[in-house]
């Protein structure tokens, strides 16, 4: 079935470093791509999203690109905030089903 | 445009009892998904339904079953709970005519604690 694996966390930076978060993924066929972001007490937020291979996907200065060759999805900023430390989940769905597959989430700790 | 709301937010149950939880989707959409946020499992697909049927289901027991009524609100039911299903439940509702997949907007959810 299909699935995803992401990097274990936490992950520790300091402010206006740089940010990458590893992001693979396992399916048949050509899935969609997203990440999303999950703050403390809250639900999950689409942070950005790829349809097909080579789309870029971007949103709030983060950024992903769809590398099928690869099976991944990586997440980048280039310069990360306090305000950034969250939860970012990676994740899957098939084309025509809006079951999302999700990794296991990346928990990132930004420190001034 | 008001988001999604989970009612309750949170929630306290004795095992052996069964719960409802809540969801009221975004206006105009018709799709509302349930996912099961826990530690150790992460993040699980329950169901989806569409126009008040289930359209597509997770690998739960039988004892979680949900439901849609004709104004796309949507509740879910656990039965004869257990101290696993102490979680947080998500919900996410998205247009999702057919086809797909379309972008889902998630409420805050609802955390049930069962002891």
């Known amino acids: 079935g299909n699935s995803v694996t992401q990097m274990e966390g936490p992950v520790t930076l300091s402010e206006e470093a740089f940010l990458t978060i590893n992001c693979t993924y396992t399916a048949t066929g050509y899935p969609s791509l997203f990440w999303y972001v999950q703050y403390p007490g809250e639900g999950l937020q689409l942070l950005l999203k790829a349809t097909k291979a080579d789309d870029k996907g971007s949103n709030k200065g983060f950024e992903a690109t769809y590398r099928k060759e690869t099976t991944s999805f990586h997440l980048e900023k280039g310069s990360v905030q306090v305000s950034d430390s969250a939860v970012y989940f990676c994740a899957l769905s098939d084309p025509g089903f809006q079951k999302l597959v999700f990794g296991t989430g990346t928990r990132l700790l930004v420190s001034p | 445009k008001a988001g999604v709301t989970q009612t309750p937010r949170y929630l306290i149950k004795t095992r052996g009892q069964q719960v409802t939880l809540s969801c009221s989707p975004i206006?105009?959409?018709?799709?509302v998904s349930w996912y099961q946020q826990t530690p150790g499992q992460g993040l699980q697909f329950l169901f989806e339904?569409?126009?008040?049927?289930?359209?597509n289901k997770g690998n739960f027991p039988g004892r979680f079953s949900g439901r849609q009524f004709s104004n796309s609100r949507s509740e879910m039911n656990v039965s004869t709970l257990e101290l696993g299903d102490s979680a947080l439940y998500l919900c996410a509702s998205s247009l999702a005519p057919a086809g797909g997949p379309y972008e889902q907007y998630f409420g805050p959810g609802t955390r049930l604690t069962v002891t």
């Open positions: 339904y569409f126009s008040e049927t289930q359209r």
């Open positions: 206006s105009g959409h018709r799709s």
